[in-house]
T-cell receptor, first 114, second 112 residues
Framework: DGGITQSPKYLFRKEGQNVTLSCEQN?????MYWYRQDPGQGLRLIYY???????QKGDIAEGYSVSREKKESFPLTVTSAQKNPTAFYLC?????????????FGDGTRLSIL | KQEVTQIPAALSVPEGENLVLNCSFT??????LQWFRQDPGKGLTSLLL?????REQTSGRLNASLDKSSGRSTLYIAASQPGDSATYLC???????????FGQGTELSVKP
């Protein structure tokens, strides 16, 4: 089945630690996205990538970093500079940034502070 | 700056009722609009996508309309069922940069 796989489902971060969230897709999509969801708020865009080896900051990129070395993979690193990382993180993909095909989402990773 | 608002934030209805969820946006220069469903602790499932040139889309008991000039979209759910209980989010794709801008969602509860 084609889809997006996010891992792990739950992640705990210690003070001063960097953690990396995995996102893999087998939909052959060019564009991939990372969103953050907080209770009572909609999704906010962290980073997005339109093609391999290229990515752009979204609305809340501070304290996060990404890479896009392969078409299928778009890992997100939450650095120690992100002071309020507790949230639900969602990865998505689509044919292209201006596609009229819908974005597909993974099942998310819930990150908490120890 | 595009802003997307969904009203109401929460809605509880008895099973079998027809209902309407509302979504409004401030900038009519959109590429398309999507409605998503989110179950607790899960990702988003795309329900309907309306292109900027379209007025409505239908899928089963769901019908979504788009009025760009007034900056509004509605999601109509016919004959609601307990399985429809979820949070429904709308998102507009901007003409500038192609990013999706999300509303805060409407949490729907359908009581048996």
């Amino acid at each position: 089945d084609g889809g997006i796989t996010q891992s792990p489902k739950y992640l705990f971060r210690k003070e001063g630690q960097n953690v990396t969230l995995s996102c893999e897709q087998n939909l052959n999509h060019d564009a991939m996205y990372w969103y953050r969801q907080d209770p009572g708020q909609g999704l906010r865009l962290i980073y997005y990538s339109q093609i391999v080896n290229d990515f752009q900051k979204g609305d809340i990129a501070e304290g996060y970093s990404v890479s896009r070395e392969k078409k299928e993979s778009f890992p997100l690193t939450v650095t120690s500079a992100q002071k309020n990382p507790t949230a639900f993180y969602l990865c998505a993909s689509s044919m292209g940034t201006y596609s009229n095909q819908p974005q597909h989402f993974g099942d998310g990773t819930r990150l908490s502070i120890l | 700056k595009q802003e997307v608002t969904q009203i109401p934030a929460a809605l509880s209805v008895p099973e079998g009722e027809n209902l309407v969820l509302n979504c409004s946006f401030t900038d009519s220069a959109i590429y398309n609009l999507q409605w998503f469903r989110q179950d607790p602790g899960k990702g988003l499932t795309s329900l309907l996508l309306i292109q900027s040139s379209q007025r409505e889309q239908t899928s089963g008991r769901l019908n979504a309309s788009l009025d760009k000039s007034s900056g509004r979209s509605t999601l109509y759910i016919a004959a609601s069922q307990p399985g429809d209980s979820a949070t429904y989010l709308c998102a507009v794709r901007s003409n500038q940069g192609g990013k999706l801008i999300f509303g805060q969602g409407t949490e729907l509860s359908v009581k048996p």
